[in-house]
């Protein structure tokens, strides 16, 4: 049963670019969310996604957007990239909407130079 | 707005010692409270997940409590391996916002 997987696991992006990120959650979940994690820093929420709809927002300018798909897998988008917006990006699968445990994927680098 | 906070931010034990990672929040309308392990570079692997109406949740060597009226948890690790050297984070689940709300973390490095 494969958990949660995210691609790509490292990107480098210029300022300015726009970037996607790929997410399909674990088997039998369908519930995403996406989460921002800083050097030294604690994962921030940016939004969760549940029947290919953005249902809860963080703090996150509009620069972040995403998508939920039928089969539930999910896209992180961010436009005209900041070097602030170098992170690792985590995704996170569940169902009933979160109240289960949550399931990390490994994340995705993203360098923004 | 929750706030979560973990002390310290960073520990180092020699192996086989007993420790105590701590966990406090402010908003205690929480639906849960997380812990999560996590190896440079990597993901989160979750360990121990405490409903708001429980008190404590044991793993193996792990056990977890909350105290929701005074806005604590703990995470208890028996007797440490250096393989449990890692980031321990805490995280407060708020049905309301559906999201979990992290600490930045406890820094664990247990020695031989």
């Given amino acids: 049963d494969a958990g949660v997987t995210q691609s790509p696991t490292h990107l480098i992006k210029t ?24 050097l030294g820093q604690g994962p921030q929420f940016i939004f969760q996604y549940y029947e290919e709809e953005e249902r809860q ?7 972040f957007s995403g ?27 569940s169902y009933d909407r979160g109240y289960s445990p949550l399931h990390f994927g490994n994340g995705t680098r993203l360098t923004v130079t | 707005k929750q706030e979560v906070t973990q002390i310290p931010a960073a520990l180092s034990v020699p192996e086989g010692e007993n420790l105590v990672l701590n966990c406090s929040f402010t908003d205690s309308a929480i639906y849960n409270l997380q812990w999560f392990r996590q190896d440079p570079g990597k993901g989160l692997t979750s360990l121990l997940l405490i409903q708001s109406s429980q008190r404590e949740q044991t ?23 250096p393989g449990d050297s890692a980031t321990y984070l805490c995280a407060a689940y708020t049905g309301t916002a559906s999201k ?12 031989l």
Avoid: M
Avoid at chain 1, 57 to 63: L, M, S
Avoid at chain 1, 88 to 93: E, G, I, N, Q, T
């Fill in chain 1, 15 to 38: 300022r300015g670019q726009q970037v996607t990120l790929r997410c399909s959650p674990k088997s039998g979940h369908d519930t995403v969310s996406w989460y921002q994690q800083a």
């Fill in chain 1, 67 to 93: 998508h939920q798909f039928p089969n539930y897998s999910s896209e992180l988008n961010v436009n005209a990239l900041l070097l602030g917006d170098s992170a690792l990006y985590l995704c996170a699968s």
């Fill in chain 2, 100 to 111: 979990l709300t992290f600490g930045t973390g406890t820094r664990l490095q247990v020695t």
């Fill in chain 2, 59 to 81: 793993s193996g060597r792990l056990n977890a409590s909350l105290d929701k009226s005074s806005g604590r948890s703990t995470l208890y690790i028996a007797a440490s391996q």
């Fill in chain 1, 57 to 63: 927002r963080g703090n996150f300018p509009d620069r």
